[in-house]
């Protein structure tokens, strides 16, 4: 069940769409009620705001007009939910973010970069660890460092090559 904060009832959505609190109560008929309270002699109708653009964009025929520069354009009540809709979807990213449930991109790319440098520098340091500490003959000390050395370049590759890549994170 939703909380009452997502709840809208048709005085607090006339306010924040500036519309006529009794026309909108209009166009509200057939929406789905999500929650109906008694208030002394009256039902007062809660709706969840998918529901409302729902039922008010489906009453609305999808008309759009084309401007003079040629772009398609919606007629004005579709566009101010469209932008409604827009403005609650980053307030909620931005409340996301704030708290702590979104970490910002270039936030992860920076940890990413410095864990594949710290990987990268340890590939580079094993052979010598190797040959000193477990003495491991040279000719396979030069067959690791090769292995090594060939899937940091196809680690770099893959890194460099991804479609949503910028630059590569692994440099």
Request: glycine content about 6%.
């Amino acid at each position: 069940m939703a909380s009452n904060q997502d709840l809208w009832t048709v005085n607090r959505l006339s306010l924040e769409l500036n519309r006529d609190r009794r026309k909108l109560g209009i166009e509200l008929r057939g929406c789905p009620v999500a929650k109906e309270k008694k208030v002394g002699a009256n039902t007062e109708k809660h709706y969840r705001l998918a529901d409302v653009f729902e039922h008010m964009l489906s009453k609305a025929a999808p008309t759009t007009s084309t401007g003079t520069d040629g772009a398609d354009r919606l007629d004005p009540r579709q566009e101010q939910a469209r932008l409604w809709v827009e403005q609650r979807r980053s307030k909620s990213l931005d409340n996301d973010a704030r708290e702590g449930r979104l970490i910002p991109a270039a936030e992860v790319e920076t940890e990413f970069a410095f864990l594949v440098k710290t990987f990268t520098g340890f590939l580079e340091q094993l052979p010598d660890i190797l040959e000193r500490d477990a003495n491991i003959s040279g000719a396979a000390v030069e067959r690791l460092q090769q292995i090594v050395d060939r899937e940091r370049a196809r680690l770099y590759q893959t890194l460099v090559n991804r479609p949503d890549s910028g630059q590569g994170a692994a440099s």
